[in-house]
């Protein structure tokens, strides 16, 4: 058998079993890997050794070598401790995009390296343009599964060993394909949510790693009409788990958190999902990383998107002396939340990010 030249990361998915399939049907001397980021004793961990099996399945339907390995040191050092002092610092990190920055793009491709490969192949749906001088990140063919949000820490030196078999498919296409080559997992659910929270309810699970910090819930005006458990474990534009929905107080509407006071320890809410305390039109980001290397201008006209899954938005982006952004949105939006990330992209393209720092709404820290 031929040394393989690209080494898939099967995750236990249909997605990952299906790129592999496709390089597989093109020639191409591959091998699978196995990456175990997270080792928990508590229920709903992951389904670690569920995903492992399937992953192997896969590998020996395909007839090609399998390498487990176990990544969950590097994941708590460089994934999960960030994860954890932001929470901390009662902001709202995401942690697949430094996961697959730290984990996927960097010990997933030293391993590869080193087992004698040239490049790795993963089942995000996201693609890669090597037309021009420079490689370009582009989102996915199916809009509503792109990935390339979750990419956009990735530079020209991952994209050069990178590829996406499966950024111009459809997902039902590739259930099919999966279904077609007799793969058990075809049907398989995918795995939402953070991995290593896994189906157990999330506050507490951030209360093994956080400690609790109550302190008043208050209105806008300052009233107070409930207590929490820490700011931690809130995030804005949240609804349920206030513990305040049959207040007397207000008009009857849902109740959403619209501002964190880290100083007062007080979490704000306001009734009501239009309330204008969630809107914002501003936004200052920390240093921006850039696909490319380097921003398309000091001033330009893009679309971005604050969270996963959201409509490109347009606006105007400013790269300041720092490296830092100020972004103008064309329309306000809604929850832009400190810790995540504001990803900038020109069509198809995505031009790279930055994490979310603070905004012109009403308790978003600018004036």
């Not at 994934?79 to 430094?98: C, K, M, S, W, Y």
């Not at 109740?255 to 936004?283: C, E, M, Y």
Request: hydrophobic share 40%; with cysteine.
């Amino acid at each position: 058998m031929a040394t393989p030249t690209t080494i898939v990361g099967l995750s236990g998915g249909v997605d990952s079993a299906v790129a592999a399939l496709l390089l597989a049907r093109a020639g191409e001397p591959i091998a699978g890997l196995f990456m175990q980021n997270w080792e928990d004793d508590a229920p709903g961990d992951c389904r670690a050794d569920e995903d492992r099996r399937d992953a192997l399945a896969v590998a020996a339907r395909l007839g090609i070598p399998f390498h487990p390995r176990n990544f969950a040191r590097e994941y708590r050092e460089r994934v999960f401790a960030a994860f954890i002092a932001e929470h901390e610092a009662g902001r709202t990190p995401n942690p697949d995009v430094l996961c697959n920055r730290e984990i996927k793009f960097k010990v997933f491709l030293e391993h590869a390296l080193a087992l004698g490969g040239t490049r790795v192949a993963t089942g995000h749906y996201a693609r890669i343009d090597h037309s021009g001088a420079r490689l370009c990140l582009l989102k996915a063919a199916d809009p509503a599964k792109d990935q390339s949000y979750f990419l956009h820490l990735l530079g020209q030196h991952e994209l050069a060993h990178a590829v996406f078999p499966i950024g111009d498919l459809r997902k039902d296409q590739v259930r099919a394909l999966a279904r077609e080559a007799g793969f058990a997992i075809h049907a398989k659910r995918d795995s939402t949510g953070i991995c290593f929270i896994g189906e157990r309810d999330f506050a507490d699970f951030l209360a093994r790693y956080v400690p609790s910090r109550p302190g008043d819930i208050v209105t806008p005006e300052g009233r107070v009409v409930g207590r929490h458990r820490g700011i931690a474990f809130h995030t804005l534009g949240q609804r349920g788990g206030l513990g305040i929905g049959g207040s007397r107080e207000g008009s009857g509407e849902p109740w959403f958190v619209v501002g964190k006071d880290p100083g007062r320890n007080a979490l704000i809410v306001d009734q009501g999902s239009q309330t204008p305390h969630l809107l914002s039109r501003r936004t200052l980001t920390g240093r921006a990383h850039w696909i490319a290397g380097s921003p398309p201008a000091a001033r330009f006209e893009a679309a971005a998107k604050t969270r996963y899954r959201q409509q490109d938005q347009s606006c105007a982006v400013e790269v300041r002396d720092d490296g830092t952004l100020e972004v103008r949105f064309a329309e306000a939006q809604r929850a832009v939340t400190p810790g995540q990330s504001l990803v900038i992209y020109r069509g198809d393209e995505c031009l790279g990010g930055a994490v979310i720092e603070a905004t012109d709404a009403t308790f978003g820290g600018l004036t």
